[in-house]
């Protein structure tokens, strides 16, 4: 027989797989032929006719079908998270008069935004952590994690705090859930802020079609499509065989399963931020950058500039910030910068493995403020082999369901597993048989052998040498040979559309 606990989490893992056949991904024939054409000459056609409110009105609309794609007995959640806050915000304004004190209300504002992204995304969490202490055995809730719900509540708590500074003005509701659902930006970011966006969506000037923007729009979205479709998914495959499928890795393949993740991880966040931004822009509404060249970073300071920088933006103005900063001496400036990784760590994923990770960042932040008082210089490669291997090792730990695929990844890297390297060496390389090391098909465990460095030489090349996809689109003009560029990275990815593929953020 088997165990009831057993039925349902095999359902529930059904349900997450099935949830991803349900939701319009960026990188779907629905969202790219149907969705966002359909969407993009209608709200127009609303403008060309002057009937502005009704334009709005159509985005908003169209922007919660996108959300409900996947599920609509969340819409209500995301609804009641809007009103919620809209009211709270107008309330926390200047010209409104309150009997509950402004700090008060926006203390309530916060705890019912955290509060809500605790019962979703932590109560199972909590509950299993509660019962391993405990002779309790609380049932788990077995709740599934509304898309979106990460990105919107950090999203409106910004709203909130910026609405008590009195730095917000009196926004009617239309606007205001514009601003919170407008598709490109709700699923996964980038975390906007309302002082960007509204100023935006009231301009004249982008009420009327732009074929600068449309173009510039097209150019980056395909190349968003590109680094999701053909890069992030090839090594999805590599970093899924040595993560989950592999039981043992030696030491090349526990190399090439992090590295995977990590090329993994940047060109699928990037690519969906460049989508977002790509179709945001045909609209008209420039969204912010959200990644500037991460692994380029000479120290790890100088990474978290550069790797999801509105997220980075968040937690230094709302959680660094009001717990203290650097004003009140070095000891209280560390333990809120490690409170603040910490609480980002968390905010990723309800599990111990993001709570080291977060916890890792703020420790090595530490270590570099530190680093920083002695006045030294590391040359600058030297520097970059630092950041770039402890930002892959971190990773490990992010990525791995469980403890054990951790220490099954960090053991092989370490060469606890053994060494193999490709037989066509064995005859060069004999000698090293003395010292344990074996002459095989070196990635044996991960469905690949010598084509992963094939892929991964020149990947590396890319993101260390080349232009990014925000330089490119700073200096972007409509010409032949970058409508072309374009149109055949476009041909390559929607040809690679041959499966469902899931975005990493979404999970979180």
């Not at 056609?45 to 159509?58: C, M």
């Amino acid at each position: 027989m088997i165990r009831k606990d057993t039925l349902i989490y095999i359902n529930l893992l059904l349900l997450d797989k099935l949830r991803y056949y349900c939701i319009m991904l960026f990188n779907s024939y629905e969202f790219i032929f149907l969705f966002l054409p359909f969407t993009f000459f209608v709200y127009f056609y609303l403008l060309h006719l002057r009937l502005i409110t009704g334009a709005k009105g159509f985005l908003v609309f169209f922007s919660l079908f996108f959300y409900s794609w996947w599920n609509i007995a969340y819409l209500p959640i995301i609804l009641s998270s809007m009103l919620f806050n809209y009211v709270i915000g107008n309330a926390l304004n200047a010209n409104h008069r309150m009997k509950m004190s402004k700090k008060a209300l926006l203390t309530l504002g916060i705890v019912l935004n955290v509060a809500l992204l605790g019962y979703f995304k932590y109560s199972d969490f909590f509950i299993t952590n509660l019962n391993l202490v405990s002779d309790m055995s609380v049932p788990l809730l077995h709740l599934a994690l509304p898309l979106a719900i990460s990105f919107f509540t950090f999203q409106q708590i910004a709203y909130l705090v910026d609405s008590y500074r009195g730095e917000t003005k009196e926004y009617d509701f239309l606007n205001y859930a514009l601003f919170v659902t407008f598709f490109p930006q709700l699923i996964a970011g980038p975390i906007v802020h309302h002082k960007e966006m509204m100023p935006q969506f009231a301009s004249k000037w982008n009420l009327v079609k732009n074929y600068k923007n449309i173009a510039a729009g097209l150019f980056i979205f395909s190349i968003g499509l590109f680094k999701k479709v053909v890069i992030a998914d090839q090594f999805a495959i590599w970093a899924t065989s040595g993560f989950d499928v592999g039981t043992q890795l030696n030491l090349l393949e526990a190399w090439a399963t992090s590295l995977s993740y990590t090329f993994q991880l940047y060109f699928d966040f990037s690519g969906y931020t460049d989508m977002a931004i790509g179709a945001a822009l045909v609209f008209n509404i420039k969204l912010p950058i959200n990644f500037n060249s991460p692994y380029k970073a000479l120290d790890i300071q100088d990474f978290w500039r550069r790797w999801h920088i509105t997220l980075s933006r968040f937690l230094k103005e709302y959680i660094y910030i009001p717990l203290g900063g650097n004003r009140n001496g070095n000891f209280r400036t560390y333990n809120n910068l490690l409170a603040t990784f910490v609480i980002g760590g968390i905010w990723h994923g309800a599990g111990w493995t993001f709570l080291l990770w977060g916890f890792m960042h703020g420790m090595a932040l530490i270590l570099h403020r530190l680093w920083q008082k002695f006045g030294i210089k590391l040359p600058k490669i030297l520097a970059w082999f630092i950041t770039f291997n402890f930002i892959n090792i971190a990773w490990v730990f992010f990525r791995a369901n469980e403890w054990n695929d951790a220490v099954k990844v960090l053991s092989g890297m370490l060469g606890l597993n053994g060494v193999v390297l490709h037989m066509h060496l064995e005859k060069k390389l004999s000698f090293l048989k003395d010292f344990g090391t074996e002459f095989s098909l070196v990635f044996s465990h991960m469905q690949g052998d010598t084509i992963i460095l094939k892929w991964m030489i020149p990947v590396f090349i890319i993101i260390l040498f080349t232009k990014n996809s925000m330089q490119k689109l700073d200096s972007f003009k409509h010409t032949r040979k970058n409508m072309l560029f374009s149109l055949s990275l476009f041909i390559i990815s929607v040809l690679s559309l041959h499966k469902i593929s899931e975005f990493l953020y979404f999970n979180f």
